[in-house]
């Protein structure tokens, strides 16, 4: 059974950085594709980037040169690091991987102004 298990959450103000991990048990990340979602209120959950598993990688357009997504084989963690958050990055990031079709709880990142 897959899990994915996020963390690294926050209140952070505007400017500031945050690095979100990805857990994963069940599958090995280094040959899945991961990814990080984002849901903020009101709104439809947003892809944020994508790593697959030759390594090439994915971007939003709204976080392109801010976020980078990377990760650990040896800890079979998948990272999000990112960096000059905006107000607007304020939501539930969630992982996912889509074989098998698998969401971790999300965490919350809120970004104050």
């Known amino acids: 059974q897959v899990h994915l298990v996020e963390s690294g959450g926050g209140l952070v103000q505007a400017g500031g950085s945050l690095r979100l991990s990805c857990a994963a048990s069940?599958?090995?990340?280094?040959?899945?594709?991961m990814g990080w979602y984002r849901q903020a209120p009101g709104k439809q959950r947003e892809l944020v980037a994508s790593?697959?598993?030759?390594?090439?990688?994915n971007y939003g357009d709204s976080v392109k040169g801010r976020f980078t997504i990377s990760r650990d084989n040896a800890k079979n963690t998948v990272y999000l690091q990112m960096n000059s958050l905006k107000p607007e990055d304020t939501a539930v990031y969630y992982c996912?991987?889509?074989?098998?079709?698998?969401w971790g709880q999300g965490t919350q990142v809120t970004v104050s102004s």
């Open positions: 069940g599958i090995s990340v280094s040959i899945k594709a």
């Open positions: 790593i697959y598993s030759i390594g090439s990688t």
């Open positions: 996912h991987t889509p074989w098998p079709d698998t």
